[in-house]
């Protein structure tokens, strides 16, 4: 029997584990698969561990492991996988199969152009956009959102749209912002490609909030629950559990 195994970051923010799982109770009301829980890979229970022994219990032969991540990064290509491997190393009659994390797609754009409207419902075509993201030392992550920032401009039609990085590599986002204010643009959108309220989250806000400058400032909301978001996810899980042999956890038996 298949069980779907939904892996979260994680928040050291309750209200942001809260919404994690809350989006995940949702998605699991649109699979139909018989068996599917939810666990974190880090900072929130329940763990991986826990979550893998939840689906065997209630009776799984098979696991799809799917990686509730925005992006290709070292959490979805290495950490998770490491913490599978570990785990089913005491199930080794259980195969795993790993999904991909949500990926560049043209629908998660279509919830940040959304999210950019609930803040202002004109955006005036001279406005400066400055996309935000988690960031990477993994050169995936850069390249994966440069094809966002593409994407999102080709349906915007906006020509001001910049990115910027919370950690791990640059352009910087207080960097990125004390750079695009020197232009001193009469709007700035800030959008970030974050899915829930976090410590992230919260750190641009109170950058935000020390700014002095004649620039309207728009912060978005996070990217929260949109049901393309988990249209997406049962693609990743249908994705896995057709390729099966794509991804064994490695050198599981």
């Known amino acids: 029997m298949r069980a779907i195994l939904y892996i979260c970051h994680g928040s050291r ?4 584990q809260q919404a994690a799982l809350a989006f995940i109770e949702k998605t699991m009301e649109t699979n139909a698969a018989p ?3 939810a666990c974190f890979l880090e900072l929130a229970e329940p763990s991986i561990a826990e979550g893998v022994t939840r689906c065997i219990e209630r009776g799984a032969t098979e696991i799809v492991a799917i990686p509730f991540l925005l992006l290709r990064a070292g959490h979805a290509n290495v ?3 490491s913490e599978l491997q570990e785990v089913m190393n005491n199930y080794p009659e259980i195969p795993v199969y790993y999904g991909d994390p949500i990926g560049v797609d043209p629908r998660m754009v279509d919830v940040l152009i959304e999210r950019l409207h609930e803040t202002t419902e004109v955006i005036p075509q001279d406005s400066t956009i400055l996309l935000i993201g988690r960031g990477s030392s993994d050169p995936a992550t850069k390249e994966d959102f440069s094809k966002t920032q593409r994407i999102f401009q080709e349906k915007t039609g906006l020509q001001h749209v910049s990115i910027g990085f919370l950690a791990a590599c640059g352009p910087f986002f207080e960097d990125e912002l004390t750079r695009l204010l020197e232009a001193k643009p009469t709007n700035l959108y800030i959008l970030p490609y974050l899915l829930f309220t976090g410590i992230l989250l919260k750190t ?6 020390k700014l002095e400058t004649t620039t309207a400032i728009h912060l978005c909301p996070a990217l929260g629950y949109d049901p393309a978001i988990h249209a997406i996810l049962n693609e990743r899980a249908d994705e896995a559990a057709e390729r099966k042999s794509g991804l064994h956890v490695p050198n599981h038996a």
């Open 204 to 209: 641009i806000e109170r950058t935000v909030k």
């Open 35 to 37: 068996i599917q829980e």
């Open 79 to 81: 950490d998770i996988p």
């Open 13 to 16: 923010v309750k209200k942001g």
